[in-house]
């Protein structure tokens, strides 16, 4: 890489510690050396392994399937860090975890930057050292009092649902990332649905990414995909291990086999389309629910899920109209059980483009949700598109296991009730 490329790149970064001690290393390196390193460590990965340094993000969460290149994305980004900062952590289920998989494996910290930067595992310490200094301290995550007194300038934390204890160890991790002017974590994990991986998805300031195992099939033996999909494809074990999706196991009334065979093109026609709505409960806690939705003859084809946290009452009221406009919907159909005829208004003030219809939960969430479950069952309501966050909501219904509200699936369970479910059809009696 010229000193050219390598200014135009510190300047697109605004951390210019890490962008010059990056220049300095790099420009000390012979030619080739300096291609092989930056190759490593720069080079463009596939886009869900890429949680780029100049994003805006405390904490990045993978979650991936078997073989979607987990290991490859924290080891690729621990690596870039490693050329400026002194001081990190690595964090796995167990001390053999960090050292196999994490350290020495195919896709590990030792397959990356090439021989000119290669680091050295020094076992009686328990750390990785870089050439130029740089130190990876290697933490079990069944010894959480291990991580009190250390700190850090980042850390990769792997498989994080098979922690024993996620959240103290997360805790305990959380408190010695204190070095440096923008400490940042890295969470790679197959997810699991456990209530320390929703805490954490849910949490403000952590970048969400997902990978199937099929996005890095270019990189597997071929046979691999194949021989699991025809084993358990369409399965909650599918959906979790092979899709990355947290699949709810005890009591769900969405099944995983039932959404993973929902998937469809849109037609060319619909007979109706509305936009669901469910508003949060306060202006900073919960996210607004958008879900559109239209139907063909006897089907539902959900077109997009436009849900978004952290909005205004005004902010979430236009991004409903937009959706409603972008579709030509008939409808916008709105929970007020929370706001009432503030809904309405708010709705009314920006200036929707078809009517607005307010609806009231008199039934709890999984009641509402059994008839949408049963057409989901008989393959009447199909997905245009990959909704994961949505499914997984849908899988969570009935579960007794919801950490936060179920915002996206309320809404489409409002928006399928109205299309689907709004007219009772009874039959015509004729007097002889």
Excluded at 39 to 50: D, F, T, V
Excluded at 340 to 365: E, H, I, N, T, W
Aim: glycine share 8%; aromatic share 6%.
């Amino acid at each position: 890489m010229s000193p050219a490329s390598l200014a135009l790149l510190s300047c697109s970064n605004s951390n210019v510690e890490m962008m010059r001690a990056l220049a300095t290393v790099v420009m000390s390196l012979e030619p080739e050396d300096q291609q092989r390193l930056l190759s490593a460590a720069l080079a463009e990965p596939l886009i869900h392994q890429l949680a780029s340094p100049f994003s805006p993000w405390s904490t990045w969460l993978m979650l991936g399937g078997r073989g979607a290149g987990k290991t490859f994305a924290g080891a690729r980004w621990i690596t870039w860090n490693a050329l400026a900062y002194p001081s990190q952590a690595l964090i796995g289920p167990t001390l053999h975890d960090v050292r196999e998989v994490m350290i020495e494996g195919p896709s590990g910290l030792k397959a990356m930057g090439g021989p000119a930067y290669r680091p050295r595992w020094e076992a009686s310490r328990r750390r990785l050292v870089w050439p130029n200094g740089a130190v990876a301290y290697a933490f079990s995550a069944e010894d959480p009092e291990s991580l009190r007194g250390p700190q850090f300038h980042a850390a990769w934390a792997d498989e994080f649902c098979a922690w024993p204890k996620p959240a103290e160890t997360l805790a305990m991790l959380r408190f010695g990332l204190r070095l440096g002017e923008d400490p940042r974590l890295v969470v790679t994990t197959t997810p699991k649905p456990h209530r320390a991986l929703k805490t954490l998805m849910a949490e403000p300031g952590v970048a969400l990414t997902r990978a199937g195992t099929s996005a890095n099939a270019g990189n597997l033996a071929p046979a691999f995909l194949r021989t699991l999909a025809s084993l358990y494809g369409g399965t909650r074990l599918a959906a979790q291990e092979l899709d990355g999706v947290v699949v709810e196991t005890d009591g769900g009334l969405f099944r995983a086999e039932d959404l993973a065979r929902c998937r469809a093109a849109r037609p060319a026609r619909l007979d109706r389309v509305v936009v669901a709505v469910d508003p949060p409960a306060t202006a900073t806690g919960d996210a607004c629910g958008i879900v559109v939705v239209g139907r063909r003859d006897d089907r539902a084809f959900v077109l997009a899920d436009e849900t978004a946290r952290g909005l205004s009452p005004a902010g979430w009221a236009g991004r409903a109209v937009a959706a409603a406009r972008a579709w030509t919907a008939d409808a916008l159909v709105a929970e007020a059980n929370q706001g009432g005829d503030m809904v309405r208004s708010v709705l009314a003030q920006a200036d929707p483009p078809c009517r607005v219809k307010l609806v009231r939960a008199s039934l709890g969430k999984r009641a509402r949700a059994e008839p949408v479950a049963a057409l989901y069952e008989q393959g009447r309501v199909l997905h245009c598109g990959a909704f994961v966050a949505l499914e997984e909501e849908l899988m969570a219904l009935g579960s007794g296991d919801l950490e936060h509200s179920p915002d996206r699936a309320d809404a489409l369970v409002w928006a399928v009730s109205e299309l689907m479910l709004g007219e009772v059809r009874r039959p015509r009696l004729r007097a002889l």
